[in-house]
Every structure is written in C-alpha cells, then in structure tokens.
C-alpha cells in the first residue's frame, strides 16, 4: 500500500522549470506581411521564427524609434522566441509604450518589413548566383 502512495505523490509533484526555457510570444501579421517575412526567411534559410526572433533580438540591443502602426487583429498569428532577459526587455517596452507585449513585437516586426530598419540586408540567392 505504501508503494502505491510514493507513486501519486511522484505524479503530483510539480516539474521544476528549465532554467534555459524560453517565452513564446505570438503575434499577428497580414497574409501579405506573413509572405514577406517568408520570403526573407527562406533568403536567410531560417523559419519565420527563428527570423522575428533574431530581428526583434537584435533591435531591442539597439534601442531604435519605431514608428507607430496598426495591429492587424484580423491577420494569421506568427511566433517569436525569447530568452528570459530579451523577454524582460520586450515587458519594459511594454510599460513604456502602453501596450502589450505581442503588439510591442508586432511594431518591430512591421517596421522590420515595411524597410524603416535598415541595419542587415538580406540578398536573395538569384542576386548572388548572377555574381
């Protein structure tokens, strides 16, 4: 009988959280801004992921104004990854701009593809090939 009570309380004990465990954020983006971000994306041989994470990473190092724009509610949702401390920044920005933090996110992305941030070009392949 005790054998049986170790082993439920071995089921409800909780998992400890990894301390290298990262927070999804996810965003929406227009059909249209969703292909862009594909595209450049597959430029680049990274998912859409890994390409906003990287993008919103390195903006948030850089601390640049971004223009204002209108979150597309009606858009299909992308994800975005980040470690604790980008994750930390992305909440401060969201204090600060009083909004949250997957429109804070949104806001980067968009000025990302609409070519307000202009710090990394991307080349496409057939432009290389050419050479």
Known sequence: MERVQIILKDKNARR???????????????????KKLQYKAMDENLSI??????????ELIRENYYEDV????????????????????????????????????????KNYLDGTIRHFEIINYKENERR
């Open 16 to 34: 400890k959280k990894r301390s290298d465990s990262k927070h999804d954020v996810k965003f929406k983006l227009s059909l249209e801004d969703k």
């Open 49 to 58: 992921t890994a390409l906003s994470s990287m993008t919103v990473k390195r």
């Open 70 to 109: 209108e979150y597309d509610n009606e858009g299909v949702f992308v994800h975005a990854t980040f470690e604790t401390s980008y994750y930390e920044m992305l909440k401060t920005l969201s204090v600060e701009w009083n909004m949250p933090i997957r429109r804070v996110v949104h806001r980067i992305i």
